[in-house]
C-alpha cells in the first residue's frame, strides 16, 4: 500500500490475481494546513478560504502558513478569505511589510476580493490585526474586521462565489 496524491489499495482474490486502483482521498473540508498555532481550509459551502489562527505563530510559521493560504486561494480560486484572527497576540513589523509587500500582491493576482479578520474585542492582538487590515488599500483589496464570525462571513459571502 502506498500513498501519493491518492491511495493505492491492493486486494488479492482466490486464484492469486492482483488488483490495484486508486482512491483520491482528500483532506476533509480540503484542509491545507493543521497546526496547533493554524488552520487553514476551504470552507465549500459558504465559498471562502477560512484561517484560524490558534495560538502564537513565530515568523516562520506565521509566513508558511500564509503561503498555504494562498494555495486555497489559488486552487479554489477564491475570492474571499475570512482570518479568525481572535488568539493573534501580535505580528511583528517585519512580518506585516512581508504581508503587504509579498502576500498581499500574490493574493490578489490569485483572485482574492474580500479579506475579513475577526478580532478580539480588545487588546493588543486587536490593534496588531487591525494595523494589517489598513495595509490592504493599497492593493485593490476590500478588508474589514469584525467582532463575529457570522458578521465576517455574511461581508465575505457578498461577493459571487467565483470569477
Not at 482474490?13 to 493543521?34: C, G, H, M, S
Not at 490593534?127 to 483589496?141: F, K, N, P, Q, R
Not at 478588508?143 to 464570525?149: E, N
Request: charged share 25%; aromatic share 10%; with cysteine.
Amino acid at each position: 500500500m502506498r500513498f501519493h496524491g491518492g491511495r493505492t489499495v491492493r486486494f488479492e482474490e482466490a486464484r492469486k490475481r492482483l488488483f490495484a486502483y486508486t482512491l483520491r482521498i482528500r483532506p476533509p473540508d480540503d484542509v491545507y494546513v493543521n497546526e496547533p498555532y493554524l488552520s487553514i481550509r476551504w470552507d465549500g459551502v459558504h465559498h471562502y478560504v477560512y484561517a484560524e489562527w490558534r495560538a502564537f505563530a513565530n515568523s516562520a510559521e506565521l509566513r508558511a502558513g500564509m503561503l498555504k493560504g494562498l494555495a486555497a486561494i489559488s486552487d479554489n480560486r477564491a475570492v474571499a478569505y475570512v482570518s479568525d484572527a481572535r488568539k493573534v497576540k501580535v505580528i511583528v513589523h517585519e512580518d506585516q511589510k512581508w504581508i503587504k509587500e509579498i502576500w498581499m500582491p500574490q493574493a490578489v493576482r490569485a483572485g482574492l476580493q474580500r479579506l475579513a479578520f475577526v478580532t478580539a474585542p480588545t487588546g493588543l492582538g486587536k490593534v496588531t490585526v487591525e494595523e494589517v487590515c489598513g495595509l490592504v488599500d493599497d492593493h485593490g483589496l476590500q478588508s474589514r474586521t469584525f467582532g463575529s464570525m457570522e458578521a465576517a462571513r455574511q461581508w465575505v459571502s457578498a461577493v459571487p462565489a467565483g470569477r
